[in-house]
């Protein structure tokens, strides 16, 4: 099916408390070698067809607006997948 | 004096607003996220909760709900509104407050009577507090953390738009230990605490008198009816 990916990422310079929490985890599983973990989310947006032009600047309009929060996150990657 | 209260899926304090709607004197009316409608009333809440599970991000989905609309084109004409908790949450993501909020610096839900200051008192929320009065109203939040750009900070510290601090402790490791906010012209409100649950003896935050005697969050809700009479 083909697909936009959008990924947002916490704002760098952000806590990112659920990040943190997995890296310690696998410090405690002894992965000594991961010096830091961040999480952040993936949205793939279905559609019928091969999106178009317009359907990407669609989508990139949507992850500023909705699909991530300036303020707190930044948007990393608007790819398509077909 | 009708004061809507907003239900959208996941709200859970709204039968709490409308009880302290109620025992401030006015007269609660239920708003439904999905209706654009609001039935002519004199002042919004938007009260707390888990709208729409916290998907995406706290009052996200929220925001872009049918009744969002009407309450942000009413609140640029000047209609009070008080987002408490999920409803700050669904004011920022409808930036009618700047800003944003983030999960708590200690990763806990916390669930406190936490003191604050007040520092603004010329809003239709805030109206019949004192400045600088310490007030105690319970906050119970997973992510409650404000943040905003330096820039923003600046402005409303310049501009004087922060309505209430935390005081003694900073539960949420909120920036300049901001606990609400208000616009510039004074008719929107937001704070991460919960006027609603300190409004009636008995039910209140334990004050040095007595019990569960705290009645510090009925100011908010008398403060609008005012503010509605004399306008």
Redesign the interface.
């Known amino acids: 099916m083909p697909k936009i990916i959008v990924e947002v990422m ?1 704002k760098a310079d ?2 990112d ?2 990040g ?2 997995v890296a310690s985890a696998l410090q405690r599983r002894g992965n000594a070698e991961i010096t830091n973990v961040r999480i952040g989310k993936r949205i793939e947006l279905h559609y019928e067809s091969t999106p178009t032009e317009k359907d990407i600047e669609a989508a990139k309009q949507i992850a500023a607006d ?2 991530s ?1 300036g ?3 930044d948007v990393v990657a608007v790819t398509v997948e077909n | 004096m009708k004061i809507g209260v907003v239900t959208f899926p996941g709200t859970l304090d709204d039968r709490d607003a409308q009880r302290a709607v109620r025992l401030a004197g006015g007269e609660p009316v239920a708003l439904w996220h999905a209706d654009t409608n609001l039935h002519s009333v004199d002042a919004v809440i938007l009260p707390g909760g888990f709208s729409f599970g916290d998907y995406l991000r706290c009052g996200a989905i929220a925001a872009q709900a049918p009744v969002m609309e009407s309450i942000i084109d009413a609140a640029n004409g000047g209609l009070p509104v008080l987002g408490i908790c999920n409803g700050f949450q669904v004011l920022v993501e409808s930036h009618l407050l700047p800003g944003g909020l983030i999960r708590n610096e200690h990763q806990h839900f916390i669930c406190r009577d936490q003191k604050l200051i007040v520092e603004n008192v010329d809003t239709a929320w805030t109206n019949g507090f004192k400045l600088g009065q310490e007030i105690t109203i319970p906050l119970k939040n997973g992510e409650g953390g404000y943040i905003a750009d330096d820039e923003t900070l600046k402005r409303l510290e310049g501009d004087g738009l922060i309505a209430f601090r935390y005081s003694e402790v900073n539960p949420n490791g909120s920036v300049n230990n901001i606990a609400g906010l208000r616009n510039e012209r004074g008719n929107v409100v937001g704070l991460m605490p919960h006027p609603e649950h300190a409004v009636e003896p008995g039910f209140g935050p334990d004050t040095p008198l007595a019990m569960r005697s705290g009645v510090d969050g009925l100011t908010f809700f008398t403060s609008v009816l005012n503010q509605v009479v004399n306008s």
């Open positions: 916490p952000l806590l408390p659920a943190k929490a909705f699909l929060n303020v707190i996150e």
